[in-house]
């Protein structure tokens, strides 16, 4: 099938705003839309940017808007993004552009790093390694799916509206640790997102949920570490 291309386009050495780069592409329904992006760039525009590496959903660098809905270009097949004939594809919003579809990530990892998502024990281990029941583990299951691709900061009003706001990502991350058995850390994170940029800047939107290439539920998240700021309790 033939698939109409509109791509934003920015250059900044050359552009004083962005435009649209228009392109008719020979695709398969079954094929991704990332293919389609390298058949433009590599058979009609080389000058095309975008960002991409695993191409199979894993290594979350190819976050895109497209059709107006942020998604992994490398998991979003024709077939599902095409609306009469054609696609059209931006930079993830809320995130300065670099060139074309590369955004800076450079202010979403650094809200990411603001929460500490490693785990805090300054206790010994013992003899063998930190013991977790199935159960603790279950308990942050769903948080440690996150490939950090932005789509859920970016596909939120309220970051968009104020950058400073740490975004669902982080909140997931910071969930991963906040409800992990064997972490010590819950107390300082909290006291992160208990901050006026944290997670009271969430208004229950649900963009975010509804955009995850991973499914996790992120409004869930972000409740439950609101209960925990309220409740003093992470169980
Ligand atoms: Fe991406 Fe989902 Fe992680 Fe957000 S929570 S960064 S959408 S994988
Ligand atoms: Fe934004 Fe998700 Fe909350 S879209 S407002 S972080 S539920
Ligand atoms: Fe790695 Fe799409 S290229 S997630």
């Given at each position: 099938?033939?698939?109409?291309?509109?791509?934003?386009?920015?250059?900044?050495?050359?552009?004083?705003?962005?435009?649209?780069?228009?392109?008719?592409?020979?695709?398969?329904?079954?094929?991704?839309?990332?293919?389609?992006?390298?058949?433009?760039?590599?058979?009609?525009?080389?000058?095309?940017?975008?960002?991409?590496?695993?191409?199979?959903?894993?290594?979350?660098?190819?976050?895109?808007?497209?059709?107006?809905?942020?998604?992994?270009?490398?998991?979003?097949?024709?077939?599902?993004?095409?609306?009469?004939?054609?696609?059209?594809?931006?930079?993830?919003?809320?995130l300065p552009?670099i060139?074309?579809?590369?955004v800076d990530?450079e202010?979403?990892?650094?809200?990411?790093?603001?929460?500490?998502?490693?785990?805090?024990?300054?206790?010994?281990?013992?003899?063998?390694?930190?013991?977790?029941?199935?159960?603790?583990?279950?308990?942050?299951?769903?948080?440690?799916?996150?490939?950090?691709?932005?789509?859920?900061?970016?596909?939120?009003?309220?970051?968009?509206?104020?950058?400073?706001?740490?975004?669902?990502?982080?909140?997931?991350?910071?969930?991963?640790?906040?409800?992990?058995?064997?972490?010590?850390?819950?107390?300082?994170?909290?006291?992160?997102?208990?901050?006026?940029?944290?997670?009271?800047?969430?208004?229950?939107?649900?963009?975010?949920?509804?955009?995850?290439?991973?499914?996790?539920?992120?409004?869930?998240?972000?409740?439950?570490?609101?209960?925990?700021?309220?409740?003093?309790?992470?169980?």
């Amino acid at each position: 099938m033939k698939v109409h291309f509109k791509i934003k386009r920015f250059n900044p050495e050359k552009d004083k705003k962005s435009y649209w780069g228009e392109y008719d592409v020979e695709a398969e329904e079954s094929d991704r839309v990332l293919d389609a992006l390298q058949t433009v760039k590599w058979e009609i525009d080389g000058t095309l940017n975008f960002r991409r590496s695993c191409a199979h959903g894993i290594c979350g660098s190819d976050a895109m808007r497209i059709n107006g809905r942020n998604s992994l270009a490398c998991k979003l097949l024709i077939r599902d993004a095409v609306q009469g004939g054609k696609i059209v594809v931006e930079p993830i919003l809320g995130l300065p552009v670099i060139k074309d579809l590369i955004v800076d990530m450079e202010p979403f990892f650094a809200h990411y790093r603001a929460v500490m998502p490693y785990l805090i024990n300054d206790t010994e281990p013992g003899e063998r390694e930190r013991l977790q029941s199935p159960e603790e583990r279950a308990r942050f299951d769903d948080s440690t799916k996150c490939i950090l691709c932005a789509c859920c900061t970016t596909s939120c009003p309220s970051f968009w509206v104020r950058g400073d706001y740490v975004g669902p990502a982080a909140i997931v991350q910071a969930h991963r640790f906040i409800f992990d058995s064997r972490d010590q850390g819950a107390a300082k994170r909290l006291d992160v997102l208990g901050e006026p940029e944290g997670v009271w800047r969430c208004r229950t939107v649900f963009n975010c949920s509804e955009v995850c290439p991973r499914d996790i539920q992120v409004t869930q998240a972000i409740g439950e570490v609101k209960a925990a700021l309220i409740t003093g309790r992470i169980d």
